[in-house]
């Protein structure tokens, strides 16, 4: 691969769009093309890792790492150059169309379904979603969520005749034959029925959220939640678990704050839908800023967005943590905020 090469491949493959891909929230940062926000290669609480989108790079002042999109790929997956090109290579590639029934499908599904098996056997796993507020049986088993404690996948997927290349091709696990899912709580993520990627949620120190390489699907259950003439938007999967569980049935999620053409055409499916807009409060107030910009892009797409602030700088996950309960929560949607006219 020549230098220009590289290049093109950098320019196909902003790095912006490949930390948002993992998922990366970020805000804006004083010049037009700096945005900050936590830093994926190790683990802090303010955020110091810096991206200038015009000049593709990155910096962190707290691990003092920064370099290209390929650099990050080194760092962020353990890879080496070569591999971390093939990686960006697989990623770019197009994702299969026609019949639903591409490489990754009929993988993933029997994934998602070894992993709902594990989530028994650990007694880890069971204790996070108590931890997270996630009690009720009925719905574990309704979302589909599992348990990836790492290093069995392989042997399983492999014992089932799957080839060890097809993994790889699905980022179910690395070129060094590693799971890609260690000690993560697993949501399988769905479009038209069908399961199109994986989200882990690390019950650990290591970076918290991870989806498999290609799109993240459309909004998170929205075949059921789409039916209610109002919509309840939130970041993370344990949001919006634990709102169904209190009952708010019309809750989605984007898996972070930045929609997709597909997300933001079935949030636009119905003219005229109010969107509650609940968005964790963090201290970076990343969320804030993002909030308040989709609800511009809503407002001008004719829709009715509201803007919730949770007391405290709760997310709805913690909020319900500590205690909130249902009639606590429709209090901060009465209490949402619209846009100024
Ligand atoms: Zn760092």
Redesign the pocket.
């Known amino acids: 691969m020549t230098g220009e090469d590289l290049e093109q491949l950098k320019r196909q493959f902003p790095l912006l769009d490949y930390l948002r891909r993992l998922p990366w929230t970020a805000r804006r940062a004083g010049p037009r093309h700096e945005f900050v926000g936590l ?1 994926p ?2 683990r ?1 609480t303010r955020p ?2 810096y991206v200038n989108a015009r000049k593709n790079l990155f910096y ?1 002042h ?2 003092g ?1 920064g370099g290209d999109l390929i650099r990050f790929v080194e760092l962020f997956l353990s890879l080496s150059f070569p591999d971390s090109v093939a990686h960006l290579r697989r990623e770019l590639a197009p994702p299969p169309s026609g019949p639903p029934s591409g490489p990754a499908d009929d993988l993933l599904a029997p994934t998602a379904a070894f992993y709902q098996l594990q989530l028994h056997r650990r007694p880890e796993a069971p204790r996070y979603l108590q931890q997270r507020g996630l009690r009720d049986p009925a719905l574990i088993e309704e979302l589909g969520v599992g348990y990836a404690p790492g290093g069995n996948l392989r042997r399983h997927l492999v014992a089932h005749g799957y080839s060890f290349d097809r993994l790889i091709a699905a980022g179910l696990i690395n070129d060094q034959g590693c799971d890609a899912f260690c000690q993560r709580v697993i949501f399988p993520c769905r479009q038209h029925g069908r399961i199109v990627n994986l989200y882990g949620r690390s019950i650990g120190a290591t970076f918290p959220h991870r989806l498999l390489p290609g799109s993240k699907g459309g909004l998170f259950a929205w075949e059921s939640a789409g039916a209610f003439p109002t919509a309840i938007l939130v970041e993370g999967l344990f949001d919006l678990a634990v709102l169904w569980q209190a009952g708010f049935r019309n809750a989605t999620c984007a898996l972070g704050t930045h929609l997709t053409p597909v997300q933001w055409a079935q949030l636009s499916d119905r003219p005229g839908r109010c969107v509650y807009i609940v968005f964790d409060s963090d201290e970076n107030d990343a969320g804030q800023q993002a909030a308040e910009s989709l609800a511009q892009r809503l407002a001008s797409g004719g829709l009715i967005p509201r803007i919730v602030q949770l007391p405290d700088g709760h997310d709805p996950n913690s909020y319900f943590v500590a205690g909130a309960t249902a009639a606590d929560f429709t209090h901060c949607l009465n209490r949402a905020r619209s846009l100024p006219v």
Do not use: K, M, N, P
């Open positions: 830093c290669l190790h802090e110091s890792f962190c707290g691990c790492r």
